[in-house]
């Protein structure tokens, strides 16, 4: 995720690379997402870099820590059907 403030070095290649197979730049959090991290887990590793338009515009998120405890909820909920 790339905070407000500034993206670490490994998120700034990854902005440099653009998306491509195996990096999808979201620019927020939505369930869609739960999507793409399906498709990682069954076919191949991959990045979702939130806070990025797929143009590789930087827009940042708010709250990192309290986001990233949502999708980690909404990942172990997919389980649960």
């Avoid at 491509?20 to 990045?47: M, P, W």
């Amino acid at each position: 995720m790339i905070s407000r403030n500034r993206p670490d070095m490994e998120v700034d290649l990854m902005i440099l690379e653009g998306e491509r197979r195996n990096i999808e730049y979201k620019q927020e959090y939505s369930k869609t997402i739960l999507k793409t991290v399906c498709a990682y887990a069954n076919f191949h590793d991959g990045n979702i870099v939130l806070g990025i338009k797929d143009d590789g515009t930087i827009m940042g998120v708010d709250r990192i820590d309290e986001l990233k405890l949502n999708i980690e909820d909404a990942i172990n909920n997919l389980s649960t059907y």
